[in-house]
């Protein structure tokens, strides 16, 4: 079972070698063939507090959208907390990414099949903007881990992730030195830490405030 629950995490978040499957118009507009995405993108009124953007066009439902802010969410059966409490404003960024993985309709051109067994597909290398990845270090660097890759490596044995033997905890900046190094290392290069400005069009905003509209649909547009 516990041998199971790990390899289950592994997959949910893809550490398979990946290739590209679509192109063009093919690209947009999508969501992830995975757990616990919808299979088609549309409106979702009750979308929870940080998942409340994607709310007029989602992969993601209300249910997934209240589990994605739980501190030991059920999506993952993973424990944010595995040090301590995060600092709120830290919390609030990982609640953010994970809204945006499960709920984007428009991670299209990043989006690849997991090779291994052909289990469904995952996304990599999401090009997020300099900011996100800057703001997302500097609210964190108080907060503690014990791990700078969040996909392997975790002691399963009562149940949910844990630190493995030796390792310790301590603030992010001793696993992450860079905000680069938090974007790309924190769940397998998932995310590529873009040069890239907001505003630029050229990379995607884990999080946006609804009445402004989603800037990363035409972001996915230039890259289909």
């Known amino acids: 079972m516990q041998q199971a629950m790990a390899r289950w995490w592994q997959l949910l978040l893809g550490l398979w070698t990946v290739m590209p499957i679509w192109a063009g118009d093919e690209l947009l507009n999508v969501c992830i063939s995975a757990r616990p995405h919808k299979r088609k993108p549309g409106p979702e ?3 929870y507090d940080e998942c409340t953007p994607w709310k007029d066009n989602a992969c993601c439902t209300a249910k997934t959208s209240w589990e994605a ?3 030991v969410s059920p999506l993952y059966n993973f424990s944010l907390v595995h040090c301590g409490l995060l600092l ?4 609030k960024h990982f609640i953010q990414a994970i809204c ?6 428009n991670l299209g051109p990043w ?4 090779t291994s067994l052909g289990l469904g597909e995952r996304a990599a290398a999401i090009p997020l903007c300099q900011e996100d990845c800057e703001e997302w270090w500097e609210d964190c ?3 503690y881990t014990c791990k700078a890759n969040w996909h392997v490596g975790w002691d399963w044995s009562r149940g949910r992730n844990h630190c493995p033997a030796g390792a ?3 603030p992010f900046p001793h696993y992450f030195p860079t905000p680069a190094d938090l974007c790309e290392k924190i769940w397998s290069n998932l995310f590529k830490a873009s040069p890239e400005r907001r505003h630029s069009g050229r990379c995607l905003r884990k999080w946006f405030h609804p009445a402004q509209g ?3 649909v035409a972001v996915a547009r230039l890259f289909a």
């Open 111 to 114: 989006i690849r099949p997991v």
């Open 141 to 143: 660097s108080s907060s």
């Open 100 to 105: 945006f993985y499960e709920c984007s309709p």
């Open 168 to 170: 310790q905890c301590l």
């Open 69 to 71: 802010h739980l501190e």
């Open 88 to 91: 709120p404003g830290c919390l």
């Open 214 to 216: 989603n800037p990363n």
């Open 45 to 47: 009124d009750e979308l």
